[in-house]
């Protein structure tokens, strides 16, 4: 009896034919198993009890990093094979084959850690160590199938040891197994012009970095720039290199007990520390464990483990270390060598450095734990390439375009959305260079050929741009999403909804009447949506400032309350506002938590991306823990000429701006602020479900990265009865929008 079968998941580039040899010798059969174009292809030849005892085995388990989607099986003309043995790898699928799934990078598994610290291993102290479950995989990837020649280890022939191993030894057919004789090799170049490699230049990071030097150190998915957090004046100088004000660093500790000891780290965090994805887990801090400037002000501390051989090295010999992406603010990261070496900065004292390419740029997953389960705030090394899987298939493929911050695309086709990694913002050339590069390279590899094109409806975006070009050169059909549905979209996605209500708070976004939205409540039906509610509209000035300047902000909403007087910019402001020169109008719960912050003499201008808006948090937090009673603000609710909720800014400015006056202690009423939004979400959502029976609620927007305000809503609204859903496995900011995107451009019907 001789069967064929086809398997369909992540089965390349995690050991699996080497798995299927193993059953296949267990059951007594003869054939063959060989790569097939992101699939794996068997024959198995023997007694009707040995094949059907071989396809059991095959569906009961899968090696380590492999995930089976399904299993096809037919019975074919009888073959002969001497044996069972592992063949090479098949075509590319045909078009029309399902589109395959391709591994994420892999972290060190636990018996390459063990290796890695046997003096008697051959690898002992080989940074670069991985094996057919573990190592690089997408950011190294040319083509399929998943095989040394297609990735940038073509580049190192194996050694007669590493050969035999890949034949027929420990690390049967690793693709990337390589060892100190043969493999990429960790190399040092000093900034006062001194080099050296192997084991001196692991020797000589690791004391530079004790030291309290600032190195530029090749990871995965790009470069990163690694330092003690430790020195003061260390931390300082990493931040002038990266031209990086006060935002937070994540730190990589050797241990998950090393974690413990600066962060509460409960059970699921704790698994999602030791995850395949080894993203940085957003934990609350104990205490501040390290010199000031590391983690500012935030409570919380990016905290993750070692994910390479050199990672682990380097923070056994140091301990914990700032790891962060080697980009300068506002570009991407960088992973050509020659582009590092071009960074002249005296803030910079070394490179080190390996010469094996990297194809994908990838930076470090950011991720979190919400009632229980992980929430993704940044998508990229370890989750991509995965798909989301969504409820059913489309019988249109889809690029969306997503939007220009945060920026990432989607491919969907089938019944699975690919999103590409994190880009950073699309104002700077690099960015785009990448997002066009990996756009092809992810339609070349994945076999996908969109016939609709999916992009956001502001006109200026380079990402609108770049999707009309898209469209015109496929050419495709241009489908354009409104912002905030498309939040909405992304958790119906998610989740498999085809309806429900979508809280949607944000900065900006294109509203479908030119004015800029941000405080939302969608009605949404499958693949369209009413505006039911949203906060009033309030005039502001500044155009873009007005998002880094929370003082301008303020202002704004001062003159908008009838106050005569407010920052010294005050008068040029409201001048501006009642001439109409350079406003806009706005419904932003971004821009509001802008001006509180603002308003309570927190924090006067955001020196990073929501810096006013987390300090707010923080504020609040302080009260909460301090049990201190929360300041009784709340909105007051109107209806529109077209029947639209209308949640009062204007009012609820003056209420802000008199508990300002009378000296209100700014915790609690930074906590008050916060509940009366949370009041305002249930109230609001109580009157749409009883206009429309929509009991479904979506809570979605880069504001809801604020923990204190999602937990608020998720509690009031369960406790109200509704079913609450959030992002999970794509960020609630603009980062998960090109997932709604592309849901709604696949279900749309026009």
Same mark, same amino acid.
């Given at each position: ?81 001497? !044996? ?13 084959? @399902?589109?395959?799934?391709? %591994? ?14 046997? %003096? ?15 190592? =690089? ?16 280890? *073509? ?8 050969? @035999?191993?890949?034949?027929? $030894? ?19 170049? +000093? ?29 995965? !998915? ?61 934990? *609350? ?46 570009? %991407?990261?960088?992973? *050509? ?49 995965? =798909?989301?899987?969504?409820?059913? =298939?489309?019988?249109?493929? /889809?690029?969306?375009? $997503? ?20 880009? &950073? ?27 609709? /094109? ?5 006109? $200026? ?45 944000? +900065?900006? &976004? ?8 941000? #405080? ?12 039911? +509610? ?21 202002? &704004? ?15 040029? /402001? ?30 006067? @201008? ?18 909460? +823990? ?94 109200? $009865? ?12 603009? #980062? !998960? ?14």
């Amino acid at each position: 009896m001789t069967v064929f079968l086809t398997v369909f998941g992540i089965v390349q580039g995690v050991g699996y034919r080497p798995f299927v040899a193993g059953l296949a010798k267990q059951a007594g059969v003869s054939g063959l198993v060989r790569n097939g174009g992101g699939i794996v292809e068997i024959y198995a030849s023997g007694g009707e009890d040995s094949v059907r005892e071989f396809i059991r085995l095959l569906r009961a388990g899968a090696p380590e990093g492999a995930s089976v989607l399904k299993i096809d099986a037919k019975t074919v003309k009888d073959r002969v094979f001497d !044996g069972f043995r592992i063949a090479e790898s098949g075509e590319q699928p045909s078009a029309g084959r @399902e589109t395959p799934l391709i %591994p994420p990078d892999l972290p060190m598994c636990g018996k390459c850690s063990r290796e890695l610290a046997d %003096p008697g291993n051959r690898r002992y102290r080989y940074p670069f160590i991985s094996c057919a479950s573990c190592g =690089p995989r997408f950011s190294i990837l040319d083509s399929l199938p998943y095989d040394r020649e297609n990735t940038s280890m *073509r580049d190192f022939p194996m050694c007669p040891s590493c050969t @035999e191993e890949y034949r027929k $030894g420990s690390r049967r057919h690793a693709q990337t197994i390589s060892c100190n004789d043969c493999g990429p090799q960790l190399l040092y170049k +000093g900034s006062d012009g001194s080099s050296c490699g192997k084991e001196e230049a692991l020797r000589k990071g690791a004391a530079l970095l004790n030291r309290g030097a600032v190195l530029a150190l090749k990871g995965v !998915g790009g470069y990163q720039f690694v330092c003690s957090p430790f020195h003061q004046d260390t931390v300082a100088r990493l931040r002038l290199l990266k031209g990086r004000g006060k935002k937070p660093f994540a730190v990589m500790y050797p241990t998950v007990e090393s974690v413990r000891e600066s962060c509460f780290v409960g059970a699921e965090e704790e698994k999602l520390l030791r995850s395949a994805a080894r993203p940085i887990v957003l934990l *609350r801090k104990k205490a501040e464990p390290f010199c000031e400037g590391v983690s500012g002000e935030s409570r919380f501390i990016g905290a993750f483990l070692p994910y390479t051989g050199l990672h682990q090295i380097l923070t056994q010999e140091c301990g914990p270390l700032i790891v962060t992406s080697g980009n300068l603010t506002s570009e %991407p990261i960088l992973i *050509r060598d020659e582009d590092i070496f071009a960074l002249d900065s005296p803030y910079l004292d070394g490179v080190l450095y390996n010469k094996r390419e990297i194809r994908t740029p990838l930076d470090d997953s950011v991720s979190r734990v919400f009632h229980g389960a992980p929430q993704v705030m940044r998508r990229s090394r370890g989750y991509v390439p995965l =798909p989301i899987l969504l409820a059913g =298939p489309s019988n249109r493929a /889809v690029f969306a375009a $997503g939007g220009d911050l945060k920026s990432c695309f989607c491919l969907l086709t089938g019944d699975r959305a690919y999103l590409s990694q994190y880009f &950073g913002d699309l104002e700077s050339y690099r960015a785009v260079r990448n997002y066009r590069a990996s756009l092809e390279r992810m339609e070349r590899i994945f076999g996908i050929f969109p016939r609709a /094109v999916a992009c956001d409806l502001h006109p $200026g975006y380079f990402s609108t741009v770049l999707a009309r070009k898209e469209a015109d050169k496929l050419p495709a059909r241009l489908i354009r999403v409104q912002h905030h549905y498309a939040h909405a979209a992304s958790v119906m996605a998610e989740h498999h909804l085809d309806g429900c209500i979508g809280v949607v708070f944000d +900065g900006t &976004g294109f509203g479908t009447d030119g004015t800029v939205w941000g #405080g939302e409540f969608l009605l949404c039906r499958g693949a369209g949506f009413e505006r039911r +509610g949203h906060l009033s509209r309030i005039t502001l000035c500044g155009g873009d400032s007005a998002a880094r300047n929370a003082a301008l902000t303020a202002d &704004g909403y001062r003159f908008a309350a009838g106050e005569r007087s407010g920052s010294a910019r005050f008068p040029l /402001v409201a001048a501006a506002l009642a001439g109409q020169v350079n406003t806009f109008g706005c419904s932003s719960m971004g821009r509001l938590f802008d001006a509180a912050a603002a308003i309570f003499g927190i924090r006067q @201008e955001n020196s990073y991306e929501g810096e006013c808006p987390i300090a707010l948090e923080n504020a609040a937090a302080e009260a909460a +823990g301090k049990k201190k009673k929360p300041y009784p603000f709340s909105f007051e609710l109107s209806r529109a000429a077209d029947g639209c909720i209308l949640a009062d800014q204007t009012g609820f400015a003056r209420q802000l701006l008199d508990a300002a006056r009378r000296g209100a202690d700014r915790e609690a009423a930074a906590l008050g602020f916060h509940r009366a939004v949370a009041a305002m979400v249930e109230q609001v959502c109580r009157i749409i479900r009883s206009e429309s029976e929509e009991n479904r609620v979506a809570l979605s927007g880069g504001v809801f990265a604020n923990r204190l305000l999602l937990q608020d809503c998720f509690d009031r609204l369960t406790e109200d $009865g509704f079913q609450v859903y959030v992002n999970r496995e794509v960020p609630s900011n603009d #980062g !998960g929008i090109c997932l709604g995107q592309a849901w709604v451009g696949a279900n749309r019907k026009e």
